[in-house]
């Protein structure tokens, strides 16, 4: 078998609840709350051993999501010996306060 040449960039895109995912010639598109972001990443990605860096950008994402994506392209990262974004490691930017400590009415 012939091994994979590590060529690819790795591209996340999350808009809210929906993330595109690009690697090389291959892209796909998950609703985050129906699959979870490793099946899209494992869709787009043949061998994980291609990836030589990853790019992620968070629009609007939910506090959740957003925390689920750091600690998954953090490790897949870490793992690779890759950077996010140009960096060791991806830090969460959240866009607003989580609210799962207020109180019902």
């Known amino acids: 078998m012939k091994s994979q040449i590590r060529n690819s960039k790795l591209v996340i895109d999350v808009q809210e609840k929906s993330a595109m995912m690009q690697c090389g010639e291959q892209q796909a598109v998950f609703d985050l709350h129906k699959k979870p972001l490793l099946r899209g990443i494992a869709k787009v990605v043949a061998n994980p051993r291609q990836i030589t860096a990853i790019a992620v950008r968070l629009h ?7 925390r689920q994506i750091v600690v998954i392209v953090n490790t897949l990262a870490w793992q690779l010996g890759v950077k996010v974004n140009g960096q060791r490691q991806m830090k969460a930017t959240y866009s607003g306060e989580p609210n799962i400590t207020k109180p019902r009415l």
């Open 60 to 66: 609007n994402a939910t506090f959740s999501t957003t």
